[in-house]
Nanobody, 124 residues
Framework: QLQLVESGGGLVQPGGSLRLSCAASGLSSDYVAIGWFRQAPGKEREGVSSISGWGGTTEYADSAKGRFTISRDNAKKTVYLQMNSLKREDTAVYYC?????????????????WGQGTQVTVSS
């Protein structure tokens, strides 16, 4: 079983930055693809970014391009989402997810394990 724990959420002013972390543990946590998703109140869950098992391939939603950066440290079994120039519309619960396989994808149905989420609120 694979466990995922997100951290790093919080309250930030528009234009500010946050770095989310997703720590993986358990069996087969090495070199699995990780995705970040978010869900705002009253909205459907959407993909934000994903990274392949070896970190060589990354994907971003249009809303994240140029502002967010995904990276991973496989030695620490942790994936990061650096979020800069945050906007009010980025407010949501952010989830990380892992899939059996190393290919990056932002299709939520492809993911097998999910964390509990961390709240990000962008407000002045």
């Amino acid at each position: 079983q694979l466990q995922l724990v997100e951290s790093g959420g919080g309250l930030v002013q528009p234009g500010g930055s946050l770095r989310l972390s997703c720590a993986a543990s358990g069996l087969s946590s090495d070199y699995v693809a990780i995705g970040w998703f978010r869900q705002a109140p009253g909205k459907e869950r959407e993909g934000v970014s994903s990274i392949s098992g070896w970190g060589g391939t990354t994907e971003y939603a249009d809303s994240a391009k140029g502002r967010f950066t995904i990276s991973r440290d496989n030695a620490k079994k942790t994936v990061y989402l650096q979020m800069n120039s945050l906007k009010r519309e980025d407010t949501a619960v952010y989830y990380c997810a892992a899939r059996r396989g190393s290919a990056a994808t932002m299709r939520a149905a492809q993911y097998d394990y999910w964390g509990q989420g961390t709240q990000v609120t962008v407000s002045s």
